[in-house]
């Protein structure tokens, strides 16, 4: 893991206050490696974010981890969030089109999947191998190290919630969701990422 980029000094970034009891997971919807990552977010600014988003770590194509802030700053990635929860973003265009045609110009090979997202069918991209193998490291090591939850948010059936949680549930969450579970406009990180997670760590010393 590498720490060449640092948001520390921006006002996108402040102490941590409220317990840290969530790792949310994002795409980038975008081919670019960490740093271009990090260009993109400082340049999304508005009247609440003079200095950009922030993130805490970025994930490469060929799984290349970097991290960007301390855990111990809040970062802008989650809205709601953000208070409680480590954000990582994922380089992945997370859509087929012609952005993923681009990516796989260049030899970036990803599974096309499709399920149920808020009741409708949606066709999404997965992690390349060496991202699946990174981001599981990365937030079972974040999880060891925080006490944060090793849980996705579930449905009443037990299967993996496929849809926006309520302020309630949001409130109540610990464990390692992705950004549609927060925001009722997104989509990333998509559902195989954390079914994975489910179907390991619902498996006996997991």
């Not at 549930?169 to 990422?193: N, S």
Request: overall charge neutral.
């Amino acid at each position: 893991m590498t720490e060449p980029l640092r948001y520390d000094h921006l006002r996108s970034t402040y102490p941590r206050r409220e317990p840290l009891r969530a790792i949310v997971l994002h795409w980038t919807a975008g081919i670019g490696p960490p740093a271009q990552v990090y260009a993109t977010l400082r340049g999304r600014t508005g009247p609440h974010t003079p200095d950009g988003l922030s993130i805490h770590y970025t994930v490469g194509v060929d799984g290349e981890v970097v991290q960007m802030a301390s855990t111990k700053l809040v970062c802008l990635h989650a809205g709601i969030a953000n208070k409680w929860s480590i954000g990582i973003e994922v380089v992945s265009p997370g859509f087929p089109g012609d952005v993923r045609e681009k990516e796989r110009s260049h030899g970036v090979a990803r599974d096309e999947y499709t399920d149920s997202l808020r009741g409708r069918s949606v066709t999404m991209l997965d992690y390349t191998a060496a991202q699946t193998v990174a981001v599981e490291r990365l937030v079972e090591k974040l999880c060891d190290e925080t006490g944060v939850a090793r849980a996705v948010p579930l449905d009443t059936d037990g299967s993996l919630l496929r849809r926006t949680m309520d302020e309630s549930e949001l409130a109540h969450f610990h464990g390692v969701m992705g950004h549609y579970h927060c925001h009722e406009t997104k989509a990333d990180c998509g559902t195989r990422p954390l079914e994975r997670l489910r179907l390991k760590w619902s498996r006996p010393n997991c």
